[in-house]
């Protein structure tokens, strides 16, 4: 498990151009700029060297880390422990991570640094075999929300696209700057909900930026 662990934390940290190296004592050592500033432990723990220490760059690296040294854990502990779904006509092998209501979660480690691929499937009538499968490439909370609307367990209409959110998001952004100031229980809802949204959109910034940069070239036609 840590062996797999590592591999892919440190593929996906390489992914958001975040160096990284297993060095002695069983850990990965995250290393910006060569100089290693804090490391995970096979259990997902992230925690400051004395080299990131009082640095607000190396604070706001291991909040990143530890973001994804979580999500990582996640899916490769469920991966690992998982059986292998019994089903004809697959092709590959992958485990079988939950099964409910007709659907089914399964997953499997792809080839050398080609990380993880995640699937909702549901059964056919007699359940020898699977079928009008989506796939999610290194995607586990989308596999797992979107197993979660096939199974029943979530109705569809208690989701929010990532483009929702984002719009959302902005409209609390206006209502802060321009609205009257919220009272207190208001102001810690909004909070929430902004703290939410960013953890439930990785990408929340660059979309913030997208958006502002569509904008203003609309007003300059």
Known sequence: MKGQYFKELSRR?????????V???GRLEVSPGGQPVLYVSPNSEVF???????????NNLYHRVAATA?????????????PILRAADLHEEFRLLADCGGAVLA???????????????????DRLGVSHGHYYEGNFRGAKQDFAVRS???SQAQLFTPEQLTELYRATDYYLETGPEPEEPQ??????????????????QTRLE??????QGLQMN
Do not use: C, M
């Not at 400051?48 to 190396?58: D, K, M, Q, R, V």
């Open 13 to 21: 940290l390489r992914e958001d151009q975040i160096e990284s190296a």
């Open 23 to 25: 060095a002695g004592g």
């Open 48 to 58: 400051l060297l004395p080299a990131g220490s009082g640095s607000e760059e190396a």
């Open 70 to 82: 979580d999500e990582v854990y996640e899916y490769v502990e469920a991966v690992v422990n998982a």
């Open 107 to 125: 997953g499997r480690e792809r080839g050398p640094g080609q990380g993880y691929q995640f699937v909702t499937w549901v059964w056919d009538f």
């Open 152 to 154: 029943g367990l979530i």
């Open 187 to 204: 102001l810690k809802a909004i909070q929430e909900a902004r703290t939410k949204i960013e953890y439930v959109v990785p990408d929340l």
């Open 210 to 215: 997208q958006t502002q940069a569509q904008e």
